[in-house]
């Protein structure tokens, strides 16, 4: 795979827009494709870690209404009702505001231990939702997460996530990458010597239904859904995006 490094870097836009990534074997875990400075330094990765939190929320997931900045929603006019697939597919910071006030700390902790991530820093539930820089993840333990998420799919809890993760790529924030896809994406605080807006993240596991290939992707200046359009000329160099 290393011949491919330098291919998939120009097709993600080369140094010149700030793209790196990251992608692993699901089943092996051995990393098959990167360019990325350092894979082990753990950075902010916004609602990347949402999926996490959502696992250590006890009882079922609850119907929402999302009311948008009243609500504390990225998006001004809110999304309405929902439930726990939608709210995943689009990202919405209200609704999982509102499950991560439900959440226990120490179930949290371990939650994230199980996957191999460490938890937030801090115990508001802005931070258990990546909001800010207090959860730090890197680059490397996330990707790694996400293929242990794969591999457990016949969990109840995760299902709903990965299910959730689907629609994203089909309808929701990650629609740049398209069908057959599990798919989260992210925004949050550049930590770069030279500063940026933010850094836009996607996540995206293909294919669906039995991924082999886990990839991370982050681009500065941008947000997640903008990152989700690198991650997908990513993935169909790999053979596996649609």
Same mark, same amino acid.
């Given at each position: 795979?290393?011949?491919?490094?330098?291919?998939?870097?120009?097709?993600?836009g080369?140094?010149?827009?700030?793209?790196?990534?990251?992608?692993?074997?699901?089943?092996?875990?051995v990393?098959i494709?990167?360019?990325?400075v350092?894979?082990?330094?753990?950075?902010p990765?916004?609602?990347?870690?949402?999926?996490f939190?959502?696992?250590?929320?006890?009882?079922?997931?609850?119907?929402?209404?999302?009311k948008?900045?009243?609500?504390?929603?990225?998006?001004p006019?809110?999304?309405g009702?929902?439930?726990?697939?939608?709210?995943l597919?689009?990202?919405?910071?209200?609704?999982?505001?509102?499950?991560?006030?439900?959440?226990?700390?120490h179930?949290?902790?371990?939650?994230? %231990? +199980?996957? =191999?991530?460490?938890?937030?820093?801090?115990? #508001?539930?802005?931070?258990?939702? $990546?909001?800010g820089d *207090?959860?730090?993840i890197?680059?490397i333990?996330?990707?790694?997460?996400?293929?242990?998420?794969?591999?457990?799919?016949?969990?109840?809890?995760?299902?709903?996530?990965l299910?959730?993760?689907e629609?994203?790529?089909?309808?929701?924030?990650?629609?740049a990458?398209?069908?057959?896809?599990? %798919? +989260?994406? =992210?925004?949050?605080?550049?930590?770069?010597? #030279?500063?940026?807006?933010?850094? $836009?993240?996607a996540? *995206?596991?293909?294919?669906?239904v039995?991924?082999?290939?886990?990839?991370?992707?982050?681009?500065?200046?941008v947000?997640?859904?903008?990152?989700?359009?690198s991650?997908?000329?990513?993935?169909?160099?790999?053979?596996v995006?649609?």
């Amino acid at each position: 795979m290393i011949a491919l490094i330098p291919i998939l870097w120009a097709l993600a836009g080369g140094g010149q827009t700030g793209v790196e990534y990251l992608a692993i074997d699901v089943r092996t875990r051995v990393v098959i494709a990167d360019h990325w400075v350092d894979t082990g330094t753990p950075i902010p990765v916004g609602s990347l870690v949402k999926p996490f939190t959502a696992l250590a929320y006890n009882g079922a997931f609850p119907e929402f209404v999302c009311k948008g900045k009243a609500s504390g929603c990225w998006l001004p006019k809110g999304h309405g009702q929902e439930g726990f697939r939608e709210a995943l597919a689009q990202s919405c910071n209200a609704y999982f505001l509102n499950l991560a006030r439900d959440v226990d700390a120490h179930t949290l902790a371990v939650t994230a %231990a +199980k996957f =191999g991530i460490p938890a937030p820093r801090g115990d #508001r539930a802005e931070e258990r939702i $990546g909001l800010g820089d *207090a959860w730090r993840i890197s680059p490397i333990a996330l990707v790694n997460a996400y293929a242990e998420l794969a591999a457990r799919r016949e969990e109840s809890r995760v299902a709903e996530i990965l299910n959730g993760m689907e629609m994203a790529a089909r309808s929701g924030t990650a629609k740049a990458i398209g069908k057959n896809v599990l %798919a +989260k994406t =992210g925004t949050a605080p550049c930590i770069a010597n #030279r500063k940026h807006a933010g850094d $836009g993240f996607a996540i *995206a596991m293909a294919p669906a239904v039995a991924p082999r290939v886990a990839m991370l992707v982050r681009v500065h200046g941008v947000t997640g859904a903008e990152a989700a359009k690198s991650a997908s000329r990513l993935l169909q160099e790999l053979g596996v995006g649609r």
